[in-house]
């Protein structure tokens, strides 16, 4: 078994998704608007997720910028976001069930959606799911 089937199975890295090198996802959804969560990674490496703190909706936000905060029992941890845009929906459940971000990180656990500024040119400093298999798999070993 190579490396990256070994991380593969430790680690769920979606296809068609974008990646930053803090561990956020970004998926470009059919109406041009964009869904932001963390990775399986970062959830594995925070453990119970306990609190969420969560932009405004209408807020304006730069490509890796923070946009809220994650606290586990173990730490607190930044949550940026891959694409700059307008904040055009949060997940008010991840408020009452932070829990979501562990359970299911790339589906109920979204964080944010948003209306990209500049989607073109913000995909050029992200990575894909092979360019992040291997960030994770340097981080890892």
Not at 86 to 114: A, F, M, R
Request: charged share 30%; proline share 4%.
């Amino acid at each position: 078994m190579e490396e990256g089937e070994e991380l593969s199975e430790e680690y769920s890295i979606p296809e068609g998704l974008y990646y930053t090198e803090e561990h956020e996802w970004a998926k470009v959804d059919e109406d041009g608007t964009v869904t932001v969560g963390i990775t399986d990674y970062a959830q594995k490496q925070l453990h119970e997720i306990v609190y969420v703190e969560l932009p405004d909706v209408g807020a304006e936000v730069e490509q890796l910028s923070i946009i809220g905060a994650v606290e586990s029992v173990k730490a607190v941890s930044d949550m940026n976001c891959p694409v700059g845009g307008v904040v055009t929906e949060v997940n008010d459940e991840l408020l009452d069930s932070p829990e979501l971000l562990n359970d299911d990180p790339y589906g109920e656990g979204w964080i944010v959606k948003l209306k990209p500024s500049d989607l073109e040119g913000d995909k050029v400093r992200l990575m894909d799911a092979e360019a992040y298999r291997k960030h994770v798999a340097e981080a890892v070993h």
